[in-house]
């Protein structure tokens, strides 16, 4: 698993439409915080959740293959034991990479995903990862050790 601040910039930067499998509408929920941060950052989201209808303004779908048009990214908010259907899912639509969130480590689903040809990521969070790699932890009051003597002109 390569998961070098590189691969996951060109991961991110590649793929912006995500499936949130697992997506809660419930704004105190990882999966809703997380979603919505993307959103704000210019990703599509894609709810992914049979017990709603819409999510963050968007139509939620019971799972990926009901999805009626391309996705990049399967951000995974589900446990370990149910990733390898979700793999499978990804596969059959095409994405181009299956993200296992915080605590989310299938290495079934991984090996299956990386021989299908996605990228894989196991136990990161995207929006962490994002705001780490794109400078979005400051936002939070999150010191991103990023120090400058540049002066407004």
């Not at 509408?25 to 709810?47: L, N, T």
């Not at 095409?94 to 021989?115: F, S, T």
Request: with cysteine.
């Amino acid at each position: 698993m390569n998961t070098d601040a590189p691969t996951l910039r060109r991961i991110l930067t590649a793929c912006r439409t995500i499936a949130v499998v697992g997506l809660s509408a419930e704004w105190h929920r990882p999966s809703y915080f997380a979603a919505k941060y993307m959103q704000q950052h210019g990703f599509r989201i894609v709810p992914v959740n049979p017990r709603y209808e819409e999510v963050l303004g968007e139509r939620c779908y019971a799972s990926l293959t009901d999805i009626p048009h391309p996705v990049d990214l399967v951000d995974v908010f589900r446990r370990t034991q149910d990733v390898l259907p979700i793999a499978e899912q990804a596969i059959a639509i095409d994405a181009k990479c299956l993200w296992q969130q915080i605590g989310v480590r299938n290495l079934e689903a991984d090996a299956l995903a990386r021989a299908a040809g996605l990228d894989s990521v196991m136990d990161r969070c995207v929006k962490i990862e994002h705001a780490r790699l794109f400078g979005g932890l400051h936002w939070a009051g999150v010191n991103t050790r990023v120090i400058s003597a540049r002066r407004g002109r």
